[in-house]
């Protein structure tokens, strides 16, 4: 059969060629989905602009030279970035492995609360000791909050797409209750926490900006959560559970102990999410302390095609649509709903693409 | 032979990247013929007939059906023009019932919803006409092979095709159940079909089929009217050299039990009896065979070994530690290796490359694992070292693995197996989907293992494949072991008795045959 040429071949340099141009192949391919559904949905959103008799160049135009007007402007995407970026890491583990969590928001709420608990409580810490320590108890309680959905998916066979958005009315509800009860600053007048501890506030990397180290944080994540996935043991046994568990249990993989390890990344992913806004941006727990970067953490991932890596960049994509939105709204007076619509087209075109994609694979024989 | 025929594909051809999966194939079919198409793994058969119905489309070159050009889109466009195929690995819903599954996709889902009680009355009608024993109502997870198989092929019928493709259908079945579908294949030709089939048992064409075409390197490269040729030159064809069909077999000893089975019993996935109280030994050196018809507990029995089907009571002792009860993973650190039935289900990961199919049970071990971290460099290593020994044909390590041939995914689960140098080696179904070629290379290889004094188990439904290697043969029916007969094809009678489960008369039989020799 003619299809071995590089088996073929004697010359170990046309073998790297050939591995060179494998990986280019790969790398457009993993590019070109995602750059082909963000231009898809751009035109449509232009014409979508226009039909409303907006000029959908100039708004375009408005809307990135808002976006990226000043080092503040920049430094506000990329605080909206970091737990887009956060959340969508931690999918692209929990989708890999064919858990579909979709209960980001409640486990960002879980981080928040549990920063916010630790982050009042004990004065007298050094930075050094306080700032991981909120951050470590937002992780654990995302992890704890997400554990929850796994272990009753292994128990009691429950869907986790049921559970985990029943475990995001608790979490979000049980904030609300805390805000106005149990953690309510007792001089404000609004429902609110009382204010971190100084020691607690995570440090700033571009000040005056608000930016902290969030982001630089997110983006190692990403990068460990990419060695983990495609170079470690542990994440190829993810992997197999994900696609196939008859397989793992052939290779003598454990699928509960997977599934249980892959929410709860995907919990403590998001738990920093809401442990970073608390300790690097409010300071203290409000009652809608997310604008659903926990749902929307869901087509950054899709958006990613579940690669953590590329989550930087699309998380990255989403912050720069939602500053935008705003600067839409507020510079172009173009109405909200048209906005959310432009974004509802963009993550359809990203789902519609991944499906074209699964059908032009090869069918089986 | 007509000025045009029934179908004729003209240089055909079809690349995948750098892979070349037709080069110019030319193949004529006429009307109401068996047409046999044959070919070694990877030669390119299952490609062609995708294309032929409309699930690949060509790079070049043209398809003349019912002399007009044929353009197609998609498997329903095929339909529309009454052709359909039959694939290897079945494409029906599990849990939708069969009547659901022959609408799924065809028309709204108001009409289908309407039309329900008409589908199931015209499955009966179809179903009686061509004795396919077919229930509207049945779930598929609940049929067995044969059966999802039975309706596979209706699906097709009631659709209503005159062209009818089948990618090998009878490796999956037993020899009971290829002899009805063949059967049926001559019913449908009487009936004003066309049928082409693809397979790698020679006897099966020589029986069945009108005329044979040979594939090799994505052409064809031999066509022949099926009475003016014989399996030798049909294998020399394929292969392009001649094949051995009797492998030469070193004596050896069997050496000290390797494993040994008491009493054990087990349940099937229903909570069923399903494996009854068998008790075996197999020592270093020797192959013992399993035969039986499929249903009758060898599935649950291979399972039951390795730990992934738990055991009611009996033990189960390798190298003399008792490993009833252990999970499978700490079976899998073990000396024992397994050739699983169902290599889609199991053995292999689809979407995944070869380098990552080859680790799946070693992954967490030294060498392709170290500190927790894959080790690509030796991995991809030991895939070329793989894919070189068993020639299996794939552009390159890193390839998905459901871009190979069915026959060559299944050379790499068996040298993979191989390849972990067990003591002990569980084998259920050695040569599904594998070519005669390959066949004889892989039952070298499973031979070089016996000599090496491993212990072999070898579970088939192929009687073929146990005679050519078993040592000695064990005939299972109903779960248990109703006799244990030595490889010799003057006792094919015999243990066609065990199988259905008949001991007296296979006793009988047997004395009598030792009555003569006396
Ligand atoms: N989607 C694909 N991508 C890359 N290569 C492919 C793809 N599909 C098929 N091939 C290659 O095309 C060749 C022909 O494959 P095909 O499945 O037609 O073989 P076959 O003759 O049916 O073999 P077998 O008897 O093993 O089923 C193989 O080398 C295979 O690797
Ligand atoms: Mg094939």
């Known amino acids: 059969m003619a299809n071995i040429d590089s088996e073929r071949s004697p010359s170990a340099g046309s073998d790297i060629l050939n591995g060179l141009g494998r990986a280019f192949t790969k790398t457009w391919q993993a590019v070109a989905m995602p750059a082909a559904a963000v231009l898809v949905s751009m035109g449509c959103g232009a014409l979508l602009l226009a ?87 937002g ?33 979000i509800i049980a904030t609300s209750w805390l805000v106005t009860g149990p953690l309510k600053d007792a001089a404000a007048a609004y429902p609110q926490s009382a204010r971190l501890l100084r020691e607690a506030w995570m440090p700033k990397i571009l000040p005056p900006t608000r930016l902290h180290i969030g982001i630089l944080i997110a983006i190692a994540l990403a990068i460990a959560a990419y060695i983990f996935l495609f170079r470690s043991s542990a994440g190829y046994a993810v992997r197999v559970v994900g696609i196939s568990p008859h397989a793992a249990r052939y290779a003598g993989m454990s699928v509960s102990r997977n599934i249980l390890l892959a929410i ?31 749902f929307e953490g869901i087509a950054v991932a899709l958006l990613a095609n579940n690669n953590p890596v590329g989550a930087i960049f699309s998380g990255t994509l989403f912050a720069v649509l939602r500053s935008g939105s705003e600067i839409m709204q507020i510079n172009a007076q173009v109405p909200q709903v048209l906005v959310s619509v432009i974004q509802g087209i963009v993550i359809l075109s990203v789902v519609g693409f991944g499906v074209y994609r699964f059908r032009s694979a090869r069918p089986s024989e | 032979m007509g000025a045009t ?13 750098p892979v070349i999966a037709s080069a110019g194939v030319n193949l004529e079919v006429e009307e109401k013929e068996i047409h046999a198409l044959l070919g070694e793994n990877g030669a390119g058969k299952s490609v062609l007939m995708n294309i032929l119905c409309g699930v690949l489309s060509p790079t070049e070159g043209q398809i003349v059906f019912k002399g007009s050009p044929l353009r197609l889109g998609s498997p329903r466009e095929a339909i529309r023009h009454r052709i359909g195929m039959v694939h290897q690995h079945f494409m029906v819903v599990p849990n939708l019932t069969v009547a659901e599954n022959y609408v799924l996709g065809h ?130 064809m394929m292969v392009g050299r001649d094949v051995l069909m009797d492998l030469p077999r070193a004596q050896t000893s069997p050496g000290r039990v390797v494993l040994a089975v008491e009493n054990l019993s087990c349940n099937n996935e229903l909570g069923l009896p399903a494996v009854r109280g068998v008790s075996f030994e197999v020592r ?11 249903g009758n507990g060898q599935s649950e029995l291979a399972l039951a070994l390795v730990g992934l089907l738990p055991a009611a009571s009996g033990s189960i002792r390798l190298n003399g530690e008792e490993i009833c009860g252990l999970t499978s993973s700490e079976i899998n650190h073990r000396p024992l290796s397994h050739i699983p039935e169902d290599r889609h289900k199991m053995g292999i990961v689809l ?28 991995i991809t290593e030991h895939t070329r070292d793989l894919i070189r020994r068993f020639k299996v044909k794939a552009s390159h390590p890193g390839e998905a693995i459901q871009n190979l041939s069915g026959g060559n995914q299944q050379k790499l689960v068996v040298a993979r197996e191989l390849a972990r140098n067990p003591d002990f080696l569980l084998i259920n179904q050695l040569t599904r989907g594998i070519d005669i070629g390959a066949t004889e290379l892989v039952m070298q290889e499973v031979l070089k293992q016996k000599e ?65 020799e006396a």
Request: charged share 20%.
């Open chain 1, 51 to 137: 039909l409303n008799g907006f000029n959908g160049w100039d708004i375009f135009t408005v809307m990135l030279s808002g976006v990226f007007q000043d080092t503040r402007s920049i430094a506000e995407v990329l605080l909206k970035a970091t737990p887009l970026i956060l959340i969508g890491v931690g999918l692209c583990v929990a989708f890999r492995c064919s858990i579909w969590n979709i209960g980001a928001e409640g486990q960002l709420y879980a981080g928040a609360v549990a920063t916010t608990a630790v982050g009042i409580a004990f004065p007298g810490l050094t930075s050094w000791i306080y700032v991981p320590l909120v951050i470590l108890a």
């Open chain 1, 139 to 171: 992780a654990l309680a995302g992890a704890a909050w997400a554990a929850i959905a796994g272990l009753l998916k292994i128990y009691f066979r429950a869907s986790e797409i049921v559970t985990t958005i029943m475990l995001n009315y608790i979490a």
């Open chain 1, 264 to 294: 709860s990344i995907s919990g403590a992913m998001a738990g920093l999410a809401g442990a970073f806004e608390i300790a690097g941006v409010t300071f203290r727990l409000y009652q809608n302390i997310s604008p659903g970067y926990g």
């Open chain 2, 5 to 17: 025929p029934f179908l004729r594909m003209e240089n055909i051809h079809k690349r995948f990247g």
């Open chain 2, 107 to 236: 028309g709204s889902p108001l009409r289908v919803i309407r039309d329900m009680k008409q589908v199931s009355t015209r499955i009966r009608e179809l179903s009686h006409r061509y004795g396919l024993d077919v229930r509207p109502d049945a779930r598929i997870h609940d049929l067995s092979v044969g059966e999802q198989q039975r309706v596979e092929i209706l699906k097709v019928l009631y659709h209503g095709v005159d062209l009818l493709i089948l990618d090998e259908p009878t490796a999956v079945l037993t020899p009971q159940e290829a002899d009805r579908l063949l059967a049926l294949l001559r019913d449908l030709v009487a009936d004003g079909k066309t049928v082409i089939f693809i397979s790698h048992k020679l006897d099966e064409v020589m029986r069945v089929s009108d005329r044979v075409s040979v594939m090799r390197d994505g052409k064809v490269v031999f066509t022949t009217r099926t009475a003016e040729t014989n399996p030798r030159e049909l294998a020399r």
């Open chain 2, 284 to 294: 270093q050196g020797e192959i013992v065979g399993v035969a039986g018809v499929s």
């Open chain 2, 351 to 378: 979407p995944l490359p070869l380098t990552e199919n080859v680790i799946l049970q070693r992954y967490d071990q030294a060498p392709f694992s170290s500190r927790g971290m894959l080790r690509f460099g030796e």
């Open chain 2, 452 to 516: 090496k004094g491993k212990a072999i188990l070898l579970i088939s439904t192929e009687l073929e494949e146990l005679f050519a290697i078993c040592d000695r043969i064990l005939v299972m029916f109903e779960g248990q072991f109703l006799g244990e007969v030595p490889p010799d094809r003057a006792r094919l009678e015999e243990i066609g008795l065990l199988m259905a489960g008949n001991r007296e008369e296979a006793q009988r039989l047997h004395n009598r045959a030792g009555a003569i």
